[in-house]
């Protein structure tokens, strides 16, 4: 059986910034946070997926072949994924898409339903 895994986004975010920047200080200044939550934050997702994704030397981060070669790429695609889908979700929220589906009976309804089909066109394309 596959073993399933929840992870916070956060947890995503935080190991993309460390793995871009190879820094935890930098990766936290770019966070807006403090180095020893971010540290924390790595260590508790590197627990939850039971694998390191970073080598710690002194002066030095380095990504292991775990981090680099599939949570990295992956993080990106599935972060950019959940954006997207925030992104559409605001804009159905403030009625800029969706879909609608108009039933019309006969072809005495349609005379009317094309100025209104117009007004609702030209509404959406001056936003």
């Known amino acids: 059986m596959e073993r399933t895994h929840r992870i916070d986004l956060k947890l995503l975010r935080y190991f993309l910034a460390v793995a871009e920047e190879l ?18 934050h790595i260590k ?14 002194s002066r030095s981060v380095a990504l292991t072949h775990a981090g680099k070669k ?12 959940a954006n997207q ?17 108009l039933g019309v009976i006969g072809t005495a309804m349609w005379g009317k339903m094309r100025p209104v089909m117009r007004r609702f066109s030209e509404g959406k394309s001056q936003r």
């Open 85 to 101: 889908a925030l992104a559409r979700v605001e804009q159905i929220g403030r009625g800029e898409a969706g879909r609608i589906e």
């Open 23 to 40: 820094h935890f200080g930098r990766a936290a200044a770019r966070l807006n946070m403090s180095q020893p939550p971010l540290s924390t």
């Open 44 to 57: 508790e997702l590197e627990q939850q997926l039971g694998t390191l994704l970073f080598i710690r030397h």
């Open 70 to 81: 599939i949570l990295m790429e992956e993080s990106r695609r599935l972060l950019s994924s």
